[in-house]
């Protein structure tokens, strides 16, 4: 499962990061491998961590973070991040370095913080560093 979530991982950020996009085909494709993987494997669901990135979700969408980046945490936290306090502050740092890293990235490229940032990597990133 790890290593699904490492090529997932490594395409959605790769398409965020050309097109500044991702679509619900791909979003329903992960969600149905990784649906499938846990039943095989017998892996828990995090129901808890999902509802409570979905209860973030509106404030996330009042500071600008695209749709397709929060439909991408929604999928993520249900099929890695256990609800727990040391798993949801893992996260937070994780998710705050690689984004600062983004954003920094993206003054030098674009000069200006007028573009958009994608937040796949990061997203992808944390839940990477969550589930090793």
């Not at 398409?15 to 017998?42: E, M, P, Y």
Request: charged share 10%.
């Amino acid at each position: 499962m790890f290593f699904a979530l490492l090529v997932y991982s490594a395409y959605i950020s790769f398409v965020d990061l050309k097109i500044h996009r991702i679509t619900n085909r791909s979003l329903l494709f992960g969600a149905i491998t990784f649906a499938c993987l846990a039943l095989i494997q017998g892996e828990p669901l995090h129901w808890r961590s999902a509802l409570v990135t979905l209860t973030i979700a509106p404030i996330a969408l009042t500071a600008k973070v695209g749709g397709g980046d929060i439909k991408l945490a929604i999928l993520l936290s249900l099929f890695f991040l256990p609800s727990t306090l040391l798993f949801l502050t893992q996260f937070a740092i994780a998710f705050a370095a690689i984004s600062s890293a983004l954003v920094i990235w993206s003054i030098v490229k674009e000069k200006s913080l007028k573009s958009s940032i994608a937040l796949a990597p990061a997203i992808c990133g944390a839940v990477i560093w969550c589930a090793r």
